[in-house]
């Protein structure tokens, strides 16, 4: 081996540009972020070849003083932290002090500045083996630019990795959408090759910020989101999310900010996903712009070189927080939600123009009294479905057996049927409800209706579907969950850590049914689980639970499975194809789905409703041309 010797100052920032520039993308985003710490409020960003032959950042920052400027071309130097307290808690995007020297170790560095609003600037150039930094004076505005020309000319072997220029602009152009979505108070330009491709202006108010929004995730994302602003022991989440029909194949249109910061974390994904795990369909992945503020001490973001991971202090608050806000935000999009905003925002009225934030309650809502009872929803029959109550279902199982066939022949959908004065009042109503009123029924499967807006076009049984769904779950929730003691205890081989896991959330496995025991360092008996999951892989379950606990703090996977028990007694008791109704039946039905939670969408991910705009059946028809 050879002799141990120091690494030349050139070297070794090379080796650090390894970590912090990979592209030209990554010198954007160092540089914008720069500018965003030096409280600039306009970004101007001039990128040639993709970012390879050239990127420049100016800004209107507070500049550089001309006696540090040897040191901002220095590794590990900079303003932004000072000790370690400082490092526990750091409020601005940059603070390695890594940026500035390791792209000037890979390309051709020139930074001008001005901390003054008149008289001469400086200039600062890194050159030689030891990059020795020169300094002069030149003519500058207030504030900062950056040049940074032929990216790698000096290591052809990572410049061998950059892909086309296209690509590469994408890369820079995906990188400044989400600074500019991080930063509504300042404002951003971008142009290639001498064209302007993004010129966003600061937007203060919530509908410029609706306007930012759209023009960086597109107008159809702002048409299908509803915002939402929560804020709960020192924590506050606001932002848009997506309607659940608004899902993507891919997850592209996911953004999350942490304190400004755009991150990528475990805790915040499974939280979003559980949110949405009832509504979405398949393998669909949620779209959202959503913003977290909690104290800067509470988040570590000295993970990751690039800064795009975190760890949360309280991984499992902020997992419980960022949960019950966003389930709840979309169980509270109801069909009344989704109507007003079906236009685009410059073609709405002035009131309906502005996302209205979803209100965010406890507890699940009520039932209006006009909808069906628990009898009426889950009894055999209903509309023409007829479920029969498996043998084991434990408490919800005894309490939907009184729902018998025979039990009571008149239900609601009858009632109203037969009392067409009933249905009557309710069309002689002067507000006309959101999903309006039945006109038809389309070859047995489809209601058609009419609202303010135009045409509803309703899916019967998945509406039908969703209704008993949510009310197989409000009646469990509303009874503690039954434990079911196995007759032969069930013992499981477990590492040391999953039993510790076991020991500490024994509360936790109690709510959800389970009982488990401590036979030794790894291993553990199961002696009860949830009557409704008789017959269940318990140590398959329990296992990933444990599995789930250790990674996130939580898990859902024992509801999960109830609630797929609820979905198949829901999906046979719901009106099947071909049931004639009544208008009376259907004005029912479609009042039913506006008090509903997630009635937007069955039980398995697909849509129940559509709205037609007297606009759309207008050009179908080519009226007003």
């Not at 966003?200 to 702002?222: H, K, T």
């Not at 008996?525 to 939580?554: C, F, H, K, Q, W």
């Not at 009042?591 to 697909?606: A, F, I, L, V």
Request: aromatic share 6%; with cysteine.
């Amino acid at each position: 081996m050879p002799r141990i010797q120091l690494l030349s100052p050139r070297l070794a920032n090379q080796i650090a540009a390894g970590e912090v520039v990979e592209r030209p993308s990554s010198v954007v985003k160092e540089l914008v972020e720069n500018s965003l710490d030096a409280g600039a409020k306009r970004i101007d960003i001039d990128v040639e070849s993709g970012g390879v032959k050239l990127v420049r950042v100016r800004d209107d920052g507070g500049g550089i003083d001309r006696e540090d400027l040897p040191l901002a071309l220095s590794r590990h130097a900079t303003s932004k932290i000072l000790d370690l307290d400082d490092l526990e808690a750091v409020a601005t995007l940059g603070f390695r002090g890594e940026a500035l020297a390791s792209i000037a170790s890979v390309a051709r560095l020139e930074l001008h500045t001005n901390t003054a609003d008149t008289g001469a600037g400086w200039r600062a150039r890194g050159e030689g083996r030891d990059m020795t930094v020169e300094v002069d004076r030149v003519q500058h505005v207030r504030g900062t630019t950056v040049e940074v020309r032929d990216l790698f000319f000096n290591t052809p072997a990572r410049r061998k990795f950059l892909r086309t220029e296209k690509t590469e602009f994408g890369r820079i152009d995906d990188a400044l959408r989400k600074l500019a979505l991080s930063r509504f108070d300042v404002s951003f330009s971008l142009r290639h090759n001498g064209k302007t491709v993004h010129n966003l202006r600061a937007a203060d108010s919530q509908l410029e910020q609706e306007r930012r929004v759209a023009a960086i995730c597109g107008p159809a994302f702002m048409e299908n989101a509803r915002y939402i602003d929560q804020t709960r022991g020192g924590l506050r989440l606001w932002g848009w999310i997506g309607l659940p029909t608004f899902s993507r194949s891919q997850a592209d249109l996911q953004y999350f900010f942490v304190n400004g910061r755009v991150i990528r974390d475990k805790v915040v994904t499974h939280a979003v996903r559980q949110a949405y795990r009832d509504v979405l369909y398949q393998d669909r992945h949620p779209a959202y712009v959503l913003f977290l503020e909690l104290d800067p001490g509470d988040v570590d973001v000295n993970v990751h070189p690039t800064k795009h991971e975190v760890r949360f202090r309280e991984g499992r608050s902020v997992h419980d927080f960022l949960f019950s806000t966003l389930h709840r935000a979309v169980a509270d999009i109801r069909p009344g939600e989704a109507l007003g905003e079906s236009e685009p925002a410059a073609l709405q009225p002035e009131s309906l123009r502005f996302a209205q934030p979803v209100p965010v309650q406890q507890g699940i809502g009520g039932l209006s009294g006009g909808g069906l009872s628990d009898r009426e929803l889950v009894g055999s029959g209903g509309l023409g479905g007829g479920w029969t109550r498996p043998s084991s279902h434990g408490a919800i199982g005894n309490r939907l057996a009184s729902y018998d066939a025979g039990s009571d022949s008149r239900r609601l959908y009858g009632e109203l049927h037969d009392n067409p004065e009933l249905a009557a009042t309710a069309e002689g109503s002067e507000e006309i409800p959101p999903l309006g009123y039945a006109i038809a029924q389309l070859k047995g499967i489809y209601i058609l209706a009419e609202n303010a807006c135009g045409l509803v076009i309703v899916d019967m049984h998945a509406a039908h579907e969703r209704i008993n769904y949510e009310r197989m779950k409000r009646a469990f929730d509303a009874e503690s969950v039954t434990s079911q003691p196995l007759l032969v205890p069930e013992a499981i081989a477990v590492s040391e850590k999953e039993a510790d896991c076991a020991e500490e959330f024994a509360e936790v496995f109690a709510s959800l049914g389970f009982t488990l025991q401590r036979a030794g360092p790894e291993s553990l008996v199961i002696r009860e689980i949830p009557a409704m999951l008789r017959g269940a892989n318990a140590e398959a379950l329990v296992r990933d639970v444990l599995s789930d606990l250790l990674e996130y703090g939580t898990s859902d996977r024992i509801r999960t499975h109830i609630d797929d028990i609820f979905s198949t007694m829901a999906c046979h008791g719901s009106v099947r194809a071909n049931r004639r109704l009544g208008v009376a039946e259907m004005n029912a039905l479609l009042r039913d789905m506006e008090e509903t939670e997630r009635s937007g969408q069955c039980n398995h991910g697909r849509p129940t409703w559509s709205q037609l705009s007297l606009g759309e059946l207008d050009q179908l028809f080519l009226r007003g041309r």
